[in-house]
């Protein structure tokens, strides 16, 4: 009887663990993040750049590492701050369940394993990543209490992941990994308005500044249609930019047509949270732009091996 209380007090204990470390590095956020990187590297490879299984398995745990370090420091930073607000007070560090000092070991482990993972890769993989967690850690999570600048800063972190795919594949940052950083760059700004939107009160303890007008009104709402407009242009690069300039990242008429209903679908919910201002269309206009950057990504990569 002794035996099989330690043994299940075991699996207990080691069941707790993995899913602290899932609550630490956020793993949903992260594997969303990683399918960005894996779009980017489907996009890149070519003839002069083969595919690779060593180099993709190497993106993605390098990638994980990265996005969960990023989320560890994060939630060392602010664990006070965590604990005002329902959705993140019984994160591991603010509930007590794991202490500030093995969270920042978590996530300085992972930091060198990612960054070991990605310069296997190549150099600039990891320069990239390195400068991901930097931004994310060091200048958008301190400046979320001050400003809210901070979604303008901390949409350049969030931008790398599908850039980084396409660098990982070619070892070059040119026009088309410009591109696909300019198109997740733009993205960040409904998506995260939305969450700041429907979440407005739980930050409101915690004193982030989320909203570019620090309210939910009728300029924050004009701002997510301006942007997602910005979102759908950067979005139609691909088909336009060929006629220009020469670049291996292209879209046919057809995948073009379908990436325009696309973000013109996501436009109607931002158009929506303008006429409601509720945080029932905000909650919704942040799943739309969940599955808009998700569909992108499949048109753009079927779009390559289709044609």
């Given at each position: 009887?002794?035996?099989?209380?330690?043994?299940?007090?075991?699996?207990?204990?080691?069941?707790?663990?993995?899913?602290?470390f899932?609550?630490?590095?956020?793993?949903?956020?992260?594997?969303?993040?990683?399918?960005?990187?894996?779009?980017?590297?489907?996009?890149?490879?070519?003839?002069?750049?083969?595919?690779?299984?060593?180099?993709?398995?190497?993106?993605?745990?390098?990638?994980?590492?990265?996005?969960?370090?990023?989320?560890?420091?994060n939630?060392?930073?602010?664990?006070?701050?965590?604990?005002?607000?329902?959705?993140?007070?019984?994160?591991?560090?603010?509930?007590?369940?794991?202490?500030?000092?093995?969270?920042?070991?978590?996530?300085?482990?992972?930091?060198?394993?990612?960054?070991?993972?990605?310069?296997?890769?190549?150099?600039?993989?990891?320069?990239?990543?390195?400068?991901?967690?930097?931004?994310?850690?060091?200048?958008?999570t301190?400046?979320?209490?001050?400003?809210?600048?901070s979604?303008?800063?901390?949409?350049?972190?969030?931008?790398?992941p599908?850039?980084?795919?396409?660098?990982?594949?070619?070892?070059?940052?040119?026009?088309?990994?410009?591109?696909?950083?300019?198109?997740?760059?733009?993205?960040?700004?409904?998506?995260?308005?939305?969450?700041?939107?429907?979440?407005?009160?739980?930050?409101?303890?915690?004193?982030?500044?989320?909203?570019?007008?620090?309210?939910?009104?009728?300029?924050?709402?004009?701002?997510?249609?301006?942007?997602?407009s910005?979102?759908?242009?950067?979005?139609?690069?691909?088909?336009?930019?060929?006629?220009?300039?020469?670049?291996?990242?292209?879209?046919?008429?057809?995948?073009?047509?379908?990436?325009?209903?696309l973000?013109?679908?996501?436009?109607?919910?931002?158009?929506?949270?303008?006429?409601?201002?509720?945080?029932?269309?905000?909650?919704?206009?942040?799943?739309?732009?969940?599955?808009?950057?998700?569909?992108?990504?499949?048109?753009?990569?079927?779009?390559?091996?289709?044609?």
């Amino acid at each position: 009887m002794k035996n099989v209380l330690s043994a299940t007090a075991n699996t207990f204990s080691i069941k707790s663990i993995f899913l602290d470390f899932k609550e630490i590095t956020k793993a949903g956020l992260a594997i969303s993040v990683l399918f960005s990187s894996i779009a980017g590297y489907l996009l890149g490879f070519d003839d002069a750049h083969p595919f690779s299984w060593r180099v993709l398995a190497m993106l993605i745990v390098g990638g994980y590492c990265m996005v969960g370090a990023s989320n560890a420091y994060n939630q060392v930073i602010e664990k006070d701050l965590d604990a005002l607000m329902d959705r993140t007070k019984n994160r591991p560090v603010p509930s007590g369940r794991m202490s500030p000092n093995m969270a920042l070991f978590v996530a300085s482990l992972l930091t060198i394993v990612g960054l070991v993972l990605l310069y296997l890769i190549n150099p600039k993989t990891a320069m990239f990543g390195a400068v991901s967690i930097f931004l994310y850690t060091s200048v958008y999570t301190p400046l979320k209490t001050v400003t809210p600048l901070s979604v303008f800063v901390g949409a350049f972190p969030g931008a790398i992941p599908f850039m980084l795919g396409w660098v990982a594949a070619t070892g070059d940052f040119g026009i088309e990994a410009g591109t696909l950083f300019l198109i997740q760059f733009f993205w960040q700004f409904p998506h995260f308005w939305a969450i700041g939107w429907f979440l407005y009160e739980d930050y409101e303890k915690a004193g982030f500044f989320m909203l570019p007008s620090g309210k939910r009104d009728n300029t924050t709402a004009l701002q997510v249609i301006l942007y997602t407009s910005w979102l759908i242009g950067a979005s139609l690069l691909p088909f336009v930019l060929p006629y220009f300039v020469l670049t291996k990242l292209s879209l046919s008429v057809v995948a073009a047509l379908l990436v325009l209903i696309l973000g013109l679908w996501l436009l109607s919910h931002g158009i929506r949270l303008y006429r409601l201002r509720t945080a029932k269309a905000a909650k919704s206009l942040m799943l739309a732009s969940v599955a808009y950057i998700t569909l992108l990504q499949i048109i753009y990569i079927a779009d390559k091996f289709l044609r």
